[in-house]
């Protein structure tokens, strides 16, 4: 599947974090990995840099491929990256033993995904 990936970095150069943006999903990425996939270094972690990045990444995909619902994955021993996920509107869509499925819903070329303030038992939002 054609992807982009994109390096992330802060205001000193150093290296934060990678995503990856999937273009289009066949049937296996749709039930998985999904569209975006990101990873911030560990001395990175905490700091708002996973949901800046994420944010960055769900605009780009409405307004360079018209994604109108970015699919992701994140594993059940990782809440902080459900987190950033829900934080940015993700509901959770499925699961299996070791990993959510979430959907963010992205409405407006330019618009930032609302923030989820208070996710429901099931991940969804308001």
């Known amino acids: ?21 999937r273009h289009r999903l066949n049937d296996h990425l749709r039930e998985g990995a999904g569209h975006i996939g990101y990873g911030i270094a560990p001395e990175y972690r905490g700091r708002g840099y ?12 409405l307004a360079e491929y018209g994604i109108k619902e970015a699919y992701l994955s994140v594993n059940k021993d990782n809440p902080a990256s ?3 996920q829900r934080h940015l509107g993700a509901r959770i869509d499925h699961d299996n033993d070791t990993e959510y499925f979430t959907r963010i819903r992205i409405t407006a070329p330019g618009a930032m995904p609302e923030p989820c303030r208070d996710p429901g038992k099931d991940g969804a939002c308001g």
Request: glycine content about 8%; cysteine-free; hydrophobic content about 55%.
């Open 1 to 21: 599947m054609p992807a982009t990936k994109y390096i992330l970095v802060n205001d000193s150069g150093d290296y934060v974090g990678i995503f990856n943006l």
């Open 50 to 61: 996973a949901t800046a990045g994420l944010r960055m990444i769900l605009v780009t995909a």
């Open 82 to 84: 459900l987190a950033v």
